[in-house]
């Protein structure tokens, strides 16, 4: 059976989330309809018959792979993969995503791996969608991983560093980009609003990119 548009957008959208899970896919591709749960499972049943895409049932609504994504069906990295999603939802609802990488590589592991690169508002940001407790040192390790990634020169200007996360780390502002923190998006947008305003960096020029 030839592949429809939706069937295609929802593959491409499972190889760049890495995973997804039933009732995202139904916010995001079937949202016009009136039973979109529905006829998502419908869809994403007749895919996966097909070969098209990976399940797993370790998850209740199950969860989806993209053809071509190896991750092991019961990975913890699942629930990671699941919060930038849930962040990507998140920010669309405020606004245009003009551009939206998931753990994109700029260069030579043991350098920053974002979890995310955003461009939103004519404005570049890496985020780091922090779920789990960081000690100090963990952080300071991390921000040093940025900083060495900034002396690189791979990205002009450098994207502001924003930390998602319940909690606050003690990050000094001696660094050569802006680094902020909030516990989401959301909240990050609405700080913003009786505070300063953040200044505009656009789309970076990348000299050099691993991977994407």
């Given at each position: ?46 895919l996966f ?95 040093e991983r ?64 691993v991977s994407?």
């Amino acid at each position: 059976m030839m592949l429809t548009n939706r069937d295609k957008a929802i593959i491409k959208d499972l190889n760049k989330f890495r995973v997804m899970d039933r009732d995202s896919i139904a916010e995001l591709h079937f949202s016009n309809l009136k039973n979109p749960k529905l006829a998502a499972n419908n869809v994403l049943l007749r895919l996966f018959r097909d070969g098209e895409i990976q399940r797993s049932n370790a998850f209740v609504p199950y969860v989806y792979f993209g053809p071509n994504v190896e991750i092991k069906k019961n990975s913890q990295k699942i629930s990671h993969f699941l919060a930038i999603l849930n962040t990507y939802k998140e920010i669309r609802q405020l606004g245009r995503i003009d551009t939206f990488l998931v753990e994109p590589k700029y260069s030579k592991k043991g350098n920053a791996e974002p979890d995310i690169y955003l461009n939103f508002r004519k404005t570049g940001f890496f985020i780091e969608v922090q779920k789990t407790l960081y000690s100090e040192k963990q952080m300071q390790e991390k921000m040093e991983r940025y900083l060495d990634f900034h002396s690189l020169g791979i990205m002009e200007p450098f994207p502001h560093v924003l930390i998602l996360s319940e909690q606050r780390y003690a990050i000094d502002d001696n660094y050569p980009f802006k680094v902020f923190q909030a516990e989401s998006f959301t909240k990050f947008m609405e700080e913003l609003k009786g505070n300063t305003v953040v200044p505009k960096v656009k789309q970076p020029s990348i000299k050099r990119v691993v991977s994407s």
